[in-house]
């Protein structure tokens, strides 16, 4: 996904030298803006403190032309949201098709793709709109019934009796957890660290799927940095989640856009449910056959549930190397 966009580029330019204009711009920004508009339905509708705080700014995002965090932070986790979006969208891009509405120019999506349309501002507002408001509607009707978004935030699921509660849950388990009670998480593969912010993927950057760090791998494994349950383990095995034993859950997720890869280049030695214990090998991968098809293989580590700790840091500076076994994250309950 990450890649495909470009090619909208090549639609545009096409489009401008044959007609003076780009009709396909229009419906890409009716697509992001209707995105956007599903995300903020599901923000509003929420009373759950923690989707509210991701979904607000993600929908922000998403009408300013950077959909990942809108699309793969909150509609995709919800499914409805997302599909509720694209039918928003399709509207949106039927209406600028029937204005014959087209842009001058190529450049940014959403909100600002108004300035390549000015030759016929009120048609791009009112197929926006329609994009928006479908979108907006049919999340708000429809799409927000997942308990995670409905349920308000009850009052012993505040951060500091959560805090309480994990530290309860690490001392009674602290003869059998793998990761130690000082909070540290191990490296679950070797190479260079790398900060997550500088992650070249908004999604993982801006943390929306939690914090953490990141690593630029040297040898094709991944292991286990301590005793859990696999809970999540992606078809295309790119990507494995866990809950250690000490209630500590981790995302890691091998590369940028290698789910397009569709499982080549990887393979998974457990299955979810499985029980693992610190260093068992869950993941081996082909770097080079990865970089040859042109995906980056920039590993990030998450605390997915990172919001139930008072910080989440890393430990490796950036470039340093590391390997398994060393110290790569600080949790802080």
């Given amino acids: 996904v990450g890649r495909i966009h470009h090619l909208y580029t090549v639609i545009d330019i096409g489009q401008l030298a044959k007609y003076g204009a780009t009709y396909w711009l229009p419906l890409a920004s009716a697509a992001n803006m209707a995105q956007g508009a599903a995300c903020l339905a599901v923000a509003v509708r929420s009373k759950n403190n923690k989707i509210r705080s991701m979904a607000y700014p993600s929908a922000l995002s998403c009408m300013l032309g950077i959909t990942e965090p809108a699309i793969f932070g909150v509609n995709l986790r919800f499914v409805k949201p997302f599909i509720f979006g694209s039918i928003g969208g399709a509207c949106g891009a039927m209406v600028a098709s029937i204005l014959h ?137 790119h990507a494995v989640g866990l809950t250690l034993d000490n209630g500590k859950e981790l995302l890691i997720h091998v590369g940028i856009n290698t789910v397009e890869l569709k499982g080549e280049g990887f393979k998974a030695y457990v299955s979810e449910g ?60």
């Fill in 101 to 237: 509405l087209g842009a001058t120019a190529t450049g940014v999506t959403g909100i600002f793709a108004i300035l390549l349309t000015l030759n016929h501002p009120v048609k791009y507002i009112i197929s926006m709109a329609v994009a928006m408001g479908v979108a907006f509607t049919l999340t708000w009707l429809f799409g927000t019934n997942n308990e995670q978004i409905k349920n308000e935030n009850k009052p012993s699921e505040n951060k500091t009796e959560k805090a309480e509660q994990s530290a309860q849950a690490m001392e009674t388990k602290a003869e059998n957890a793998d990761v130690a009670d000082d909070g540290i998480i191990t490296a679950p593969l070797s190479g260079k660290a790398v900060k997550l912010e500088n992650v070249p993927d908004q999604t993982f950057a801006q943390g929306i799927l939690g914090l953490g760090a990141a690593i630029e791998p040297t040898e094709g494994k991944v292991v286990a940095p301590g005793d859990g349950k696999v809970e999540t383990l992606f078809d295309t095995f």
């Fill in 274 to 333: 499985d029980r693992v214990t610190k260093g068992q090998t869950l993941i081996t991968f082909d770097m080079d056959f990865i970089k040859s098809k042109g995906y980056q293989t920039v590993t990030p580590v998450l605390v997915s549930n990172s919001d139930d700790f008072a910080s989440v840091e890393p430990l490796a500076e950036e470039g340093s190397e590391v390997s398994i076994g060393d110290k790569l994250i600080k949790v802080t309950v």
